[in-house]
């Protein structure tokens, strides 16, 4: 069996069909190794799956990544329904499996290993599988973790992640040599978009050296940032513990004459945990993120509506997202590019600047007295086991990432759009970030939550509509409704 020639590598796999029907189908084993053996799935002989009426997902379901439509659109992108087939590419003895997880903590991280390990045994008889100790630098500079089901169980309950995690690290050779001399033949990448980018790497240099290997992307990011998924794991629990800051800001700024209670939390370019955490709370006033610029000074800035509402409730609570208003903490402080070791750049304390602003602001130019209350949870809330929905949600695509690896595919991520486990391919998680779109319904009900100004002039909201920011599968149909159609995500 000879690996495919190296013009092959990279190539997007496009089914097209009738009225405008596109498959943005997933790599497969067999793509570069061809007349791969195959053999029956053990789960048909698993008395868990005896109740279910139909075992395994058929070759041809897919699913749709738009559903409002018109009675004359097109069917539009399709992605391969995520789930256990027929028949499996790898034999149970034969597989030796490693996970390993990589960038900051996010609530899940252990619910997903565990249901991996217990997948892959449980589920497909799989005995050898190791942690990667430390994120990707663990493949070539540490020791493995032995992992079963003894060793998982409970973590769930646990936050963090077992096998420790770490930024940047990365060298794609030594990580593809580590793989090939470790003999492991099954690869889960667990980690947000810049860990993705490293996983696609790796399935690259895995297909060119022609090795019988899955790659399987589990993306991960507490921001919610991914695109083209319906949310990210620990979303949920970031916004319900988002809820305890709020929360104990509300108490502090009500009991408090004239006080602002400040809340920072977690968005270094999307502002949904801000945006969720707001709209759920009801008790806050004003919320900034960094998809909506606003300004401090003058007629219909910050400082004028803290003062109104100042002066009309006597407290205020504000959420900001940490990656909110960055271009003006770098006017003020003459701020670096300087970057973490994950090539993201390091943000500015939004938090603590403006904080600072508010005081100055009022001690000089008002005759208000003010009691400022600032709280940042970020690390308390990265650092929480999972909620229970969070602990599902996990679940499922740890569950879809195995069945997808013993299935063959390969060079792919796992998640839902729609509500349905779906195989997308790595291009479509790295081209672009999933942000709030500030022209829609949802941002339109939080200003309503706040009735805060939305803080934009007409130039703004005409270019913010100029820009095509896409749609989230998080903001259910207002884009479309609206409207507002982003040409990468709608195909004609």
């Not at 507490?222 to 305890?244: H, L, M, W, Y």
């Not at 945990?273 to 401090?296: G, N, Q």
């Not at 006597?314 to 701020?335: N, P, W």
């Not at 602003?357 to 009022?362: D, L, R, V």
């Amino acid at each position: 069996m000879s690996p495919a020639p190296a013009t092959a590598l990279s190539q997007p796999k496009v089914v097209t069909g009738d009225y405008g029907y596109v498959l943005e189908d997933v790599p497969h084993l067999t793509d570069y190794i061809p007349d791969l053996p195959t053999y029956p799935n053990p789960l048909q002989d698993n008395p868990a799956y005896a109740v279910v009426k139909q075992y395994f997902v058929d070759m041809d379901d897919t699913i749709s990544q738009k559903i409002v439509v018109h009675v004359n659109s097109p069917r539009g992108t399709h992605f391969r329904r995520a789930g256990p087939r027929q028949k499996v590419y790898f034999k149970s003895d034969d597989v030796h499996a490693c996970i390993v997880t990589c960038g900051g903590l996010c609530p899940g991280l252990n619910t997903v290993i565990r249901e991996i390990v217990c997948s892959l045994h449980d589920m497909y008889g799989v005995t050898r599988i190791v942690g990667i100790e430390g994120g990707y630098k663990g493949f070539y500079s540490r020791n493995t973790i032995p992992l079963t089901p003894k060793v998982a169980n409970g973590i769930h309950k646990r936050g963090g992640t077992i096998i420790g995690t770490s930024r940047g690290g990365y060298d794609n050779k030594k990580i593809v040599n580590s793989i090939e001399d470790r003999g492991i033949n099954q690869v889960y990448i667990i980690g947000g978009d810049g860990t993705q980018k490293g996983a696609s790497a790796i399935y690259e240099e895995v297909r060119r050296r022609g090795l019988k290997v899955a790659v399987i992307g589990i993306p991960k990011t507490i921001d919610n940032d991914i695109p083209v998924i319906d949310k990210s794991f620990g979303f949920d629990t970031a916004v319900e513990e988002a809820q305890r800051a709020i929360n104990a800001a509300h108490v502090e700024a009500e009991s408090n004459e004239n006080c602002i209670g400040l809340v920072k939390l977690m968005g270094r370019n999307s502002g949904f945990i801000a945006m969720y955490a707001t709209l759920a709370s009801r008790d806050v006033d004003c919320c900034l993120i960094p998809e909506s610029p606003f300004y401090l000074e003058g007629p219909g800035g910050l400082f004028e509506y803290i003062e109104k509402r100042i002066k009309e409730n006597g407290h205020m609570v504000i959420v900001v997202a940490e990656g909110a208003g960055q271009e003006l903490v770098a006017e003020s402080l003459r701020a670096t590019n300087n970057k973490d070791a994950s090539g993201n750049k390091l943000l500015d304390d939004i938090g603590l600047w403006l904080s600072q602003k508010i005081k100055g602001h009022f001690k000089n130019r008002t005759d208000m007295e003010i009691n400022l209350k600032y709280i940042d949870p970020t690390y308390m809330i990265r650092a929480v086991p999972s909620n229970a929905s969070d602990n599902v949600y996990s679940t499922l695509l740890a569950q879809s990432a195995v069945h997808g690896a013993m299935a063959g595919y390969t060079g792919c991520t796992v998640g839902p759009v729609h509500g349905r486990e779906c195989y997308i391919p790595f291009y479509r998680i790295t081209e672009m970030q999933n942000k709030v779109v500030i022209t829609d319904r949802m941002w339109a009900r939080m200003l309503s939550s706040t009735n805060q100004p939305s803080f934009l002039s007409t130039k703004d909201i005409i270019e913010s509509i100029m820009d095509e920011a896409p749609p989230t599968q998080l903001l259910d149909d207002q884009v479309a409704e609206n409207g507002l159609v982003n040409k990468e995500t709608t195909v004609c």
